[in-house]
Each structure stands twice: as C-alpha cells, then as structure tokens.
C-alpha cells in the first residue's frame, strides 16, 4: 500500500483528505506542521506528500527546501495543496521541487486527477 | 409531468441532437428545464410545453435542446487517447504528410473547448519536429453557448485542475481575477464553429485526425452508424478516429477498424494508419 503524509495546520482538512486518499488505498501519516513534517519523513520517507503552504512553525515551502536537499529527500513526490492560489506561489512551489499544485478548495475529483497525473494512481 | 408533454420535449431534443431520453431521465428534464421555463417567465414545465405548441419558435426549441445535451469536459480527458495521438499517430502523419506539410484535425463535439486546446498545447509542444507545418484544428458544438465560453478560453480554478498538468498550466494561462484564460496564441490554433452531427457536415473538407468524443454514447444505434458512416467519408484513409472511453465502431459501422494496441482509436479497414506505416 503506498503511503501519502499530509501536511496541514488544519484538522478538518486532514480528515477530509485523508478520507478521499484513504478510499484511494493509501496509507495515511500526519502532520501538524513542517518540522514535524520532517521528522516524521526521517523516520520513514511516505511515497506522498500533500502539503499546505501556511503553517506554523515551519511552512510549507520551506519544508519542501529542506527535503530537497536531505538524504532520501528527493524521493517522495511532492503535491502542494494550498489556498495560495496565483501563478507567483506556483512558479515558487514548482522551482522549489514540488510536482503538482492543488489550490484549495479542493474535491475527490481533484486530488484523483492531480495523483493520477503524476502517476501515484 | 404527463406522458404527452415528456413525449414533445423528448421528440424536440432527439430530433435536433440525436439526445435520446427515456423515462427514467425524467428528472432531467425537470432540473434542467424549470429554469429555463423561469427564465420565460414560465411556471411549470406543463407552461412550457404549451409555449412550445403555441409558437413553435425554433429558438427555443434550440434552448431546449442546449439545455437537456451533456457538456463536461476537461483537458486531456482520460489521458491515454492524447499520448496515443502525440506518440503514435501524429508521428506517422508527420512521416505521410511529409511534402504537404499540413494537417488538418477535427474535434467533432468540442464542449466548452478543453478537447481542442489539449491538442493544441500538445502540439505546440512538439512545435520543434513541425517548423513549416499548417496546422489546422477545427472545433464544433451543437450549443452556441458552449462555444461563446470555448472562444473566451476562460476557466475556473476548478475547471483547470482537471486533467491540466501544472507545468501546461504555468507555461499557457494567465490569471484573470478568479479565472484562468489560455494564451490567445493557443486560442489562436483553434477554430470554433457550430454544427450539428445529425446534419450533412461534406462540406468541412478532409481530416487527417477526428476526434468525436461522448457524443455517440447518447445516439441510438441508428444514428450513431449514420454519423460514424458520415466521419468515415470526410477523414483519410491512413487517418485516425478518436472516440470515448464507452465508445465503440464495432457492431456499428464496420468500415472502420480498431488499431491494435490503442483503446479507442479506430482506422479505415481499407487501408489503415498503422497497416500503412508498416
Ligand atoms: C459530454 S460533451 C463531450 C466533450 C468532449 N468531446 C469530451 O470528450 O470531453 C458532449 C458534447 O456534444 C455536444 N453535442 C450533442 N449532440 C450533438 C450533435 N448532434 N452535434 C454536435 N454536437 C453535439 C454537446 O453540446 C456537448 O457539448
């Protein structure tokens, strides 16, 4: 089962998407925040990762900077999932290392076509 | 509503767009024509039906049609028929069409236009191998309403993360408020224009590529066969037929014949694409 690590501040966003990922046969890690975001892919790298932008403690893209650039980091594909929705954070997001973008709100049918399209599904 | 009133609306829709409705759609007719009967200033659907005996005004009876006929779409819906035409077909009618240097596409029910601006990017993708090419893709639709939005090229957030890769999405949109509008260069290799299947379409020349997606899926058997009969007589013979995922020849019009390997993508039995390129 592939494993997909959400990253977001917000509760009732990682329910939501973990119930739409979960039918889609992933198994689910979550995280609250960047930093924990990190330690939790140290312990063990998801195949996933569906990542807000605003958080606190450590955002999103700086997450993604740091992955990047650690050991294993470059593995996991990478689907920002954020209300930023303009083309300056897009373009940011894509040069840091992100695969996808997904600008919130988002439903099923947008993550389906999102994971499929880069080839988790 | 009463069975001759569901009788006339489903006879005005079949008549013009080849739309069959069976009873179990009623509920169709009801969500989609209450508001367009509201909009007449019409209360009830039964309002309707007797505006329609009373003028017979071709206008509405358009309306209507417009109204009941299916229009989702997105970009590169289900993927596989657009790697298909960039990996398989399209370099073998670079290779046949190598002194003509032109190619002709048609997308024969083209919605609100993701169908025709996918194989437009896509092509413009390959630009490098078609320098000195005259491409041209020729979009249509029954509904005018459908392609007033297609020529905009305007999209919601929603609809431009179906099917839409971002880096497609980076590269040809700009963002208009809420919106999302597709370069006018793309916009430019497309051109829209209504027409209906059910009519005599001789006229629009040879195609090189014709792709009639779920459209046929809501014909009967009858005029899926004349339809398919008719895009037979107008695409080439080392030509390719793309239809849907639910969507078959066979059984239909046998002048046609799948290409082996490649769901969804037809060929003339005579001389076929593939067969011709070895
Ligand atoms: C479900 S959409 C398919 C769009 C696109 N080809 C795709 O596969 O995503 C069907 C379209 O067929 C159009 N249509 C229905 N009957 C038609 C007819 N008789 N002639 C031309 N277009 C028709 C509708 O207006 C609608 O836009």
Same mark, same amino acid.
Request: glycine share 6%.
């Given at each position: 089962?592939?494993?997909? /690590?959400?990253?977001?501040?917000?509760?009732?966003?990682?329910?939501?998407?973990?119930?739409?990922? !979960?039918?889609?046969?992933?198994?689910?890690?979550?995280? !609250?925040?960047?930093?924990?975001?990190?330690?939790?892919?140290? !312990?063990?790298?998801?195949?996933?990762?569906?990542?807000?932008?605003?958080?606190?403690?450590?955002?999103?893209?700086?997450? /993604?900077?740091?992955?990047?650039?650690?050991?294993?980091?470059?593995?996991?594909?990478?689907?920002?999932?954020?209300?930023?929705?303009?083309?300056?954070?897009?373009?940011?997001?894509?040069?840091?290392?992100?695969? !996808?973008?997904?600008?919130?709100?988002?439903?099923?049918?947008?993550?389906?076509?999102?994971?499929?399209?880069?080839?988790?599904? | 509503?009463?069975? @001759?009133?569901?009788? %006339?609306?489903?006879?005005?829709?079949?008549?013009?767009?080849?739309?069959?409705?069976?009873?179990?759609?009623?509920?169709?007719?009801?969500?989609? &024509?209450?508001?367009? +009967?509201?909009?007449?200033?019409?209360?009830?659907?039964?309002?309707?039906?007797?505006? =329609?005996?009373?003028?017979?005004?071709?206008?509405? %009876?358009?309306?209507?049609?417009? +109204?009941?006929?299916?229009?989702?779409?997105?970009?590169?819906?289900?993927?596989?028929?657009?790697?298909?035409?960039?990996?398989? =077909? %399209?370099?073998?009618?670079?290779?046949?069409?190598?002194?003509?240097?032109?190619?002709?596409?048609?997308?024969?029910?083209?919605?609100?236009?993701?169908?025709?601006?996918?194989?437009?990017?896509?092509?413009?993708?390959?630009?490098?191998?078609?320098? #000195?090419?005259?491409?041209?893709? &020729?979009?249509?639709?029954?509904?005018?309403? =459908?392609?007033?939005?297609?020529?905009?090229? %305007?999209?919601? @957030?929603?609809?431009?993360?179906?099917?839409?890769?971002?880096? &497609?999405?980076?590269?040809?949109?700009?963002?208009?408020?809420?919106?999302?509008?597709?370069?006018?260069?793309?916009? +430019?290799?497309?051109?829209?224009?209504?027409?209906? *299947?059910?009519?005599?379409?001789?006229?629009?020349? @040879?195609?090189?590529?014709?792709?009639?997606?779920?459209?046929?899926?809501?014909?009967? @058997?009858?005029?899926?066969?004349?339809? *398919?009969?008719?895009?037979?007589?107008?695409?080439? =013979?080392?030509?390719?037929?793309? &239809?849907?995922?639910?969507?078959?020849?066979?059984?239909?019009?046998?002048?046609?014949?799948?290409?082996?390997?490649?769901? #969804?993508?037809?060929?003339? +039995?005579?001389?076929?694409?593939?067969?011709?390129?070895?």
């Amino acid at each position: 089962m592939p494993s997909c /690590l959400i990253v977001d501040d917000s509760k009732v966003v990682r329910m939501v998407a973990r119930r739409i990922l !979960e039918d889609l046969s992933f198994g689910i890690l979550e995280a !609250e925040d960047g930093k924990s975001a990190l330690s939790s892919c140290q !312990e063990k790298m998801p195949d996933v990762i569906l990542l807000d932008w605003n958080m606190p403690v450590m955002n999103g893209i700086d997450f /993604l900077r740091t992955l990047r650039g650690s050991k294993e980091g470059e593995q996991p594909i990478v689907i920002f999932c954020t209300t930023e929705n303009d083309m300056a954070h897009i373009r940011e997001a894509i040069s840091a290392g992100a695969n !996808e973008y997904i600008m919130k709100p988002f439903d099923r049918a947008i993550i389906e076509a999102k994971f499929s399209q880069v080839g988790v599904l | 509503m009463n069975s @001759q009133d569901f009788q %006339l609306f489903g006879d005005i829709v079949r008549t013009r767009s080849g739309l069959v409705l069976t009873e179990e759609k009623i509920y169709l007719l009801e969500s989609r &024509l209450i508001p367009l +009967a509201r909009r007449r200033g019409l209360d009830s659907l039964e309002a309707l039906a007797a505006e =329609v005996r009373r003028t017979k005004d071709e206008r509405l %009876l358009m309306e209507i049609t417009e +109204a009941m006929t299916t229009n989702e779409t997105f970009f590169f819906r289900d993927t596989r028929p657009f790697d298909t035409f960039r990996d398989v =077909v %399209l370099p073998q009618l670079l290779k046949a069409r190598a002194a003509k240097k032109s190619l002709r596409i048609w997308t024969a029910a083209c919605s609100t236009g993701q169908e025709p601006y996918s194989l437009a990017m896509l092509l413009k993708e390959e630009a490098a191998k078609m320098a #000195g090419w005259r491409v041209e893709i &020729l979009a249509t639709d029954l509904s005018n309403e =459908v392609l007033e939005k297609a020529k905009a090229g %305007l999209y919601s @957030q929603f609809e431009v993360q179906r099917g839409l890769p971002i880096q &497609l999405l980076m590269k040809h949109f700009q963002q208009v408020g809420e919106m999302w509008q597709i370069d006018s260069s793309i916009r +430019a290799m497309v051109k829209f224009q209504p027409r209906n *299947l059910l009519e005599d379409f001789s006229s629009i020349g @040879q195609f090189d590529v014709v792709f009639c997606r779920n459209v046929l899926i809501y014909f009967d @058997q009858a005029t899926k066969s004349q339809v *398919l009969n008719r895009v037979y007589d107008i695409l080439a =013979v080392d030509g390719a037929l793309f &239809l849907g995922g639910a969507e078959t020849v066979l059984g239909i019009c046998d002048r046609f014949k799948p290409v082996e390997g490649q769901r #969804g993508v037809y060929t003339s +039995a005579e001389s076929g694409l593939l067969a011709a390129a070895g």
